[in-house]
């Protein structure tokens, strides 16, 4: 029988808090790269995301994720439905996990993931969405995407895309934080939603800047040390493992933004606030799922690698024609993928370049397709019937003069209705009105 080990639980407790911190980090991250007129409705899609999971993962997310399998694909909601049979032991005593760990701090710590992970996907449809439509989605979309993602890849011997798993005859996917259940799967979600949405009026032909840098660098900051727990808490227990984490998730990090801000440099003529901010963000997907499987050095090169490539992803909307708002595909997916695929050329062990042969990258890059073909899938149909039924946008003209007092009757800032304000919105009116004509 396992002993309660207090320095493991009391780790586990703090990653926990640090990642439930990670979402209203992403509101400020993604409000202040929204504009004045729609920050209120963008924080609101994660603080509304964080309340209704929170009671969702209680009642069936828990049991869809780590439940008695199905198929390999999902958890049997209904098998510990309400944490039923979860908390505690034969004894009557609280239920403790191979570390050492109370169970019930593993339900809080894999519940904040399915909510930083479905809050994510807003910011690739800002400022033109449905307050309503935006929580079914969430309710629909973390039951049907996310929960049998995260019990594909962390439900070992029994997952399709889990360690032992039918793809371990290949080599063991490693997946140690989340670059398949969060990133890419959020990823796809934001760039399947952006698609089926549409893109915002003037997309392409109207400036729609950040209107407060400094409160994206504050949400920058706060991801970075959230992230913390992500990781590092991945270990699960407080160890070597957690102090690697911790040390590669940093190292990636850094290199991300230097990545970032040097593509930034040769390419724009300027280093930006916003590079910074995006960098951090860029290195902490990347390195995501690689940070117990890496050495420090391999964690620079590849948040080097992914901080270039992620400056580079986030143009491609305005050449494809997606509008992605707030570069969730440029950021998320790309960097998931960077990571993910990035663990069978780097991993110390397994990795190509340090002559495990093609075996880990073959297993890696599998399980990212299977996880884009998934959630594109699974978003696609959610997506659809939403459009269908409840509509995802609002009407144009709340959208020209701002969602925040139409969706939530606020204003972020004092006189945002008159004076400069004002005189935005009904600048932005003409302009609709002219291109409608036209």
């Known amino acids: 029988m396992e002993e309660l080990s207090y320095g493991a639980t009391a780790w586990m407790l703090m990653s926990a808090s640090l990642v439930l911190l990670m979402t209203p980090a992403l509101a400020l991250f993604y409000g202040g790269m929204s504009r004045s007129k729609s920050v209120l409705n963008m924080m609101m899609m994660s603080f509304g995301a964080m309340a209704l999971i929170a009671v969702i993962y209680v009642l069936w997310g828990w049991s869809t994720s780590y439940g008695s399998d199905i198929g390999g694909i999902v958890g049997n909601p209904l098998d510990q439905f309400g944490l039923s049979g979860t908390l505690y032991d034969a004894e009557g005593g609280f239920a403790l996990d191979a570390y050492g760990v109370p169970v019930v701090v593993g ?8 909510i930083i992970t479905t809050a994510l996907i807003s910011g690739a449809i800002a400022d033109r969405t449905k307050f309503s439509t935006w929580m079914v989605f969430v309710a629909l979309w973390v039951t049907l995407a996310f929960f049998p993602m995260a019990h594909m890849v962390w439900s070992p011997g029994t997952g399709l895309l889990s360690v032992d798993g039918p793809f371990s005859g ?25 698609l089926i949405i549409g893109r915002r009026k003037g997309f392409g032909s109207v400036p729609m ?13 706060l991801l970075w040390f ?8 991945s270990a699960f227990t407080a160890d070597g493992l957690a102090g690697l984490a911790w040390v590669n998730t940093t190292a990636a990090t850094g290199a991300a933004v230097l990545g970032w801000l040097v593509t930034e440099k040769i390419r724009d003529g300027h280093a930006t606030s916003l590079g910074a901010a995006s960098g951090v963000v860029a290195g902490l997907v990347a390195i995501t799922p690689a940070a117990g499987a890496l050495n420090p050095v391999g964690s620079i090169v590849l948040g080097l690698v992914a901080g270039v490539l992620c400056a580079l992803a986030v143009g491609l909307k305005y050449r494809l024609g997606y509008d992605d708002s707030l570069d969730v595909v440029g ?3 790309v960097g998931g993928l960077v990571g993910t695929v990035g663990i069978g050329f780097l991993a110390t062990e397994t990795g190509l370049f340090f002559g495990g042969g093609v075996s880990q990258l073959a297993v890696q890059v599998i399980i990212a397709v299977i996880a884009m073909l998934f959630s594109a899938v699974v978003t696609a149909v959610i997506g659809l019937a939403l459009k269908a039924t409840m509509g995802w946008r609002v009407a144009e003209d709340v959208e020209v003069a701002g969602i925040d007092q139409a969706e939530h009757g606020e204003s972020a800032y004092e006189g945002l209705t008159t004076g400069r304000f004002a005189t935005e919105a009904n600048v932005g009116a003409a302009r609709a009105t002219t291109e409608a004509k036209a």
Not at 107 to 114: G, P
Not at 170 to 194: Q, S
Not at 226 to 233: C, E, R, V
């Open 226 to 233: 959230g992230w913390f727990g992500f990781n590092a808490g």
């Open 107 to 114: 339900v809080a710590f894999q519940m904040t993931f399915a």
């Open 170 to 194: 290949i080599a063991n996917p490693i997946d140690f934080a989340g670059g398949t259940v969060v990133h890419i799967n959020a990823g796809v979600a934001g760039l399947v939603l952006a």
């Open 331 to 333: 950021v998320h997916l």
């Open 209 to 221: 800047k950040p209107h407060n840098l400094p409160l994206t660098m504050l949400g920058a900051a």
